[in-house]
């Protein structure tokens, strides 16, 4: 099974940016497609960005799309969120995910596993 441990969230103010990163363990990492959600507080958790095995294939939510960037390096097992022009309410638990094959996914549901998560905080 694999393991997901996400860092690089914390505090920011408008306007910041901020990189997220999400190592994985296993031998599948390099053919499963790989993504991000995130929860607020009181909200249910959302999709935020996903990309397919080889980085080929992403997809966004659109209220992060333009502004957020996803990639991976299938050599370090690391999946990035490079999230710029944060606003308040970006404010959330970002989770790193997996896909259920090597396509890109498209929703939460899509997914397959999720990580701790790492707290993303954005002060206006």
């Known amino acids: 099974q694999v393991q997901l441990v996400e860092s690089g969230g914390g505090l920011v103010q408008a306007g910041g940016s901020l990189r997220l990163s999400c190592v994985a363990s296993?031998?599948?990492?390099?053919?499963?497609?790989m993504g991000w959600s995130r929860q607020a507080p009181g909200k249910e958790r959302e999709f935020v960005a996903a990309?397919?095995?080889?980085?080929?294939?992403?997809s966004y939510a659109h209220s992060v799309k333009g502004r957020f960037t996803i990639s991976r390096d299938n050599a370090k097992n690391t999946v990035y969120l490079q999230m710029n022009s944060l606003k308040p309410e970006d404010t959330a638990v970002y989770y790193c995910?997996?896909?259920?094959?090597?396509?890109?996914?498209?929703?939460?549901?899509?997914?397959?596993?999720w990580g701790q998560g790492t707290q993303v905080t954005v002060s206006s």
């Open positions: 995910a997996t896909g259920n094959g090597p396509f890109v996914s498209r929703s939460d549901s899509d997914f397959g596993s």
């Open positions: 296993g031998r599948t990492f390099s053919s499963n497609g």
């Open positions: 990309l397919s095995w080889n980085g080929g294939s992403t």
